[in-house]
């Protein structure tokens, strides 16, 4: 599949006056991994792709056709991951992409500016539609994270609008290739706006994915600009999270406790990479008037007062409890943040 992409990408590179074909994979934008493949293939001559998304977006403008929102979604995360492109090509890109789009003003019109934008209720039809719609305004979140080379703010929108870390999980797992919207045999589907929890580790080419690029990070000693470590961090904590908040709890286990060995090894995973990271980056910074009261320790000792047997899981209990923490940052925030839920797993005392 990478080198039928790779030529086909090169093919309308290099032969611009062809018409890009409507079931083109370039159209379709199958989401398996392809910025990766991309990544990869083409690390040395990215200017060819980006000939191909100029041609493919100025061919839809000048025949007034329109883009789906899945793939304007591909183009702009694979663009924003593209590490070589001049600032003044992706500017380009992205201004074409933003005007061909224009879907944020189009939902919030349609939703109203009240409403839960993230939330995706209704026929199932028209979760579908939602869920495809919102695909543009995820990229969005990205690509401006990438762009001020951090993801503190996102990560902290994700952790205080339930509806968003939902969407993002579906996203992510759809994009990584655990989950469908179109169908494919073996591949569980996607169920807009629910947590369709399915049998096995069912995030597993999302979680491995991402994984390895933070495991990479610091086995380079966090010598590379990262602009998504702590997004990506709290993805792969987010699935695993959301999938143990499903199972009846023992109140005398820590929260990421489970009798499966794949399981254990998948918590081993994040509990390492949580705890390179605390050690690298994360440092308890509260504002001086509540610095004595809620010191590193407090903070911990305080965690296992909170509930985690609870039906609504440790999450909503953790967040109002950082609530009442005088943190002037995001950063701040989400430092904290994880520095509190390495105490959800079993080998944290």
Same mark, same amino acid.
Request: aromatic content about 14%.
């Given at each position: 599949?990478?080198?039928?992409?790779?030529?086909?990408?090169?093919?309308?590179?290099?032969?611009?006056?062809?018409?890009? &074909?409507?079931?083109?994979?370039?159209?379709?934008?199958?989401?398996?991994?392809?910025?990766?493949?991309?990544?990869? &293939?083409?690390?040395?001559?990215?200017? /060819?792709?980006?000939?191909?998304?100029?041609?493919?977006?100025?061919?839809? $403008?000048?025949?007034?056709?329109?883009?789906?929102?899945?793939?304007?979604?591909?183009?702009?995360?694979?663009?924003?991951?593209?590490? $070589?492109?001049?600032?003044?090509?992706?500017?380009?890109?992205?201004?074409?992409?933003?005007?061909?789009?224009?879907?944020?003003?189009? !939902?919030?019109?349609?939703?109203?500016?009240?409403?839960?934008?993230?939330?995706?209720?209704?026929?199932?039809? $028209?979760?579908?539609?939602?869920?495809?719609?919102?695909?543009? !305004?995820?990229?969005?979140?990205?690509?401006?994270?990438?762009?001020?080379?951090?993801?503190?703010?996102?990560?902290?929108?994700?952790?205080?609008?339930?509806?968003?870390?939902? *969407?993002?999980?579906?996203?992510?797992?759809?994009?990584?290739?655990?989950?469908?919207?179109?169908?494919?045999?073996?591949?569980?589907?996607?169920?807009?706006?629910?947590?369709?929890?399915?049998?096995?580790?069912? *995030?597993?080419?999302?979680?491995?994915?991402?994984?390895?690029?933070?495991?990479?990070?610091?086995?380079?000693?966090?010598?590379?600009? *990262?602009?998504?470590?702590?997004?990506?961090?709290?993805?792969?904590?987010?699935?695993?999270?959301?999938?143990? &908040?499903?199972?009846?709890?023992?109140?005398?286990?820590?929260?990421?406790?489970?009798?499966?060995?794949?399981?254990?090894?998948?918590?081993?995973?994040?509990?390492?990479?949580?705890?390179?990271?605390?050690?690298?980056?994360? $440092?308890?910074?509260?504002?001086?008037?509540?610095?004595?009261?809620?010191?590193? /320790?407090?903070?911990?000792?305080?965690?296992?007062?909170?509930?985690?047997?609870?039906? /609504?899981?440790?999450?909503?209990?953790?967040?109002?409890?950082?609530?009442?923490?005088?943190?002037?940052?995001?950063?701040?925030?989400?430092?904290?943040?994880?520095?509190?839920?390495?105490?959800?797993?079993?080998?944290?005392?």
């Amino acid at each position: 599949m990478a080198l039928h992409y790779n030529r086909e990408l090169r093919y309308f590179a290099e032969n611009p006056k062809n018409e890009i &074909l409507e079931y083109s994979i370039i159209n379709r934008l199958i989401p398996r991994n392809i910025s990766i493949i991309i990544k990869k &293939l083409w690390r040395t001559d990215q200017n /060819k792709f980006i000939i191909v998304c100029r041609n493919l977006i100025e061919k839809r $403008k000048l025949n007034n056709m329109h883009i789906n929102n899945c793939t304007l979604s591909m183009l702009i995360y694979i663009l924003a991951y593209l590490d $070589k492109i001049p600032d003044y090509i992706r500017d380009e890109i992205k201004e074409l992409l933003f005007e061909t789009a224009g879907s944020e003003v189009q !939902l919030t019109k349609t939703i109203g500016g009240n409403a839960d934008l993230w939330e995706i209720s209704g026929e199932n039809s $028209k979760k579908m539609k939602k869920f495809i719609d919102l695909n543009f !305004l995820h990229s969005q979140e990205i690509i401006e994270a990438i762009n001020s080379n951090s993801s503190f703010a996102l990560v902290k929108k994700l952790l205080t609008t339930p509806n968003f870390a939902l *969407y993002n999980r579906q996203y992510m797992m759809w994009y990584y290739g655990d989950l469908t919207i179109y169908g494919e045999n073996r591949i569980n589907n996607l169920v807009p706006g629910k947590d369709e929890i399915n049998r096995g580790i069912d *995030y597993y080419n999302c979680f491995y994915t991402l994984y390895h690029k933070l495991y990479a990070h610091f086995e380079n000693q966090c010598k590379v600009p *990262y602009p998504l470590l702590e997004y990506d961090l709290f993805t792969i904590w987010d699935l695993a999270f959301s999938r143990q &908040l499903n199972k009846k709890q023992a109140p005398e286990k820590r929260f990421f406790y489970s009798e499966d060995e794949k399981e254990v090894e998948i918590y081993g995973y994040i509990e390492d990479i949580l705890n390179k990271y605390i050690h690298h980056y994360c $440092k308890i910074n509260v504002s001086d008037k509540t610095k004595e009261e809620y010191n590193e /320790k407090n903070i911990e000792e305080d965690l296992r007062n909170i509930d985690i047997s609870h039906k /609504k899981g440790a999450l909503g209990e953790i967040i109002n409890y950082l609530n009442i923490l005088n943190i002037d940052t995001d950063e701040r925030y989400v430092h904290c943040f994880f520095n509190v839920i390495k105490q959800l797993f079993p080998e944290s005392k």
